[in-house]
């Protein structure tokens, strides 16, 4: 009599069936539809995008952009079942004259349970400090870090795993991006006088441009873009 085959899990426990084997799902700005392709648990990470930082003459202060919010959620899917994703483009620096264009919005998953919001962070701009994404609906949501302040030269809002940008000559660095250990945080980049601005990654906020002389009008850089990555933990 022949006995019955032995199946393994993926940690190579016999007796179970081995999880079906299902890529990582990941997309930048856009609107998308991820369709579960097996039944079983998904977790979802969401990313804002990040501000821009501000642009001013060589005697003015300026601000700051500040970083998206992150989100997790763990969410159980059938097989086929769509959920919309729209992820967020990071706010535009631009030059002297010309204000920075505001990200796009946050970056959303709409589950049956809810809607899953990682907010965008807020250009620099002369009001004051630029708050950082807001994160709701998530099992786990945190909030983006601030843009630093001109006045002070101060860098951006750090947040766990991430430095803000530093600071410069009245110029606040961009606030940084909270994420896990699978989506990591990202750093805000740092304030610039008289160079073109260092574009943020994946969330992260750009520091405030000053230009150097009544010639020299380099713009700031961009803010990061947003994120949406969906794994499958099994069925």
């Known amino acids: 009599m022949r006995s019955a085959p032995v199946t393994y899990d ?20 856009g609107n998308w539809t991820f369709v579960a392709p097996e039944d079983g648990t998904y977790t979802l990470r969401l990313r804002g995008p990040g501000g821009a930082g501000e642009h001013a003459s060589s005697t003015e202060t300026v601000n700051g952009g500040s970083g998206g ?6 969410a159980v899917l059938s097989k086929g079942q769509a959920v919309p994703i729209t992820v967020g483009l990071g706010g535009r ?4 004259g010309n204000s920075p264009v505001n990200p796009s919005g946050p970056t959303t998953a709409t589950l049956p349970s809810g809607l899953v919001t ?12 630029a708050p950082g994404g807001i994160a709701v609906g998530g099992d ?12 002070t ?17 009245l110029v606040g660095g961009g ?29 992260a906020g750009t520091g405030g441009n000053r230009h150097g002389s009544s010639t020299n009008y380099p713009p ?11 794994t499958y933990d099994g069925p």
């Open 140 to 151: 786990v949501n945190l909030d983006g870090g601030a843009g630093g302040l001109g006045s």
């Open 220 to 230: 700031t850089g961009n803010g990061g873009d947003g994120i949406a990555l969906i």
């Open 69 to 74: 919010a992150f989100c997790r959620k763990t």
């Open 175 to 203: 606030g940084a991006s909270p994420g896990d250990e699978v989506l990591l945080p990202t750093v805000g980049t740092a304030g610039r006088v008289g160079d073109r601005g260092v574009d943020g990654i994946w969330g």
């Open 118 to 129: 990682a907010g965008a962070g807020a250009n620099g701009n002369s009001a004051g400090v």
């Open 10 to 29: 993926a940690g190579m426990n016999p007796g179970r069936t081995r999880a079906p084997a299902v890529s990582p799902w990941m997309r930048a700005p």
């Open 93 to 96: 620096g631009n030059g002297f």
């Open 153 to 169: 030269s101060g860098a951006g809002g750090s947040v766990a795993g991430a430095a803000g940008g530093a600071g410069a000559s």
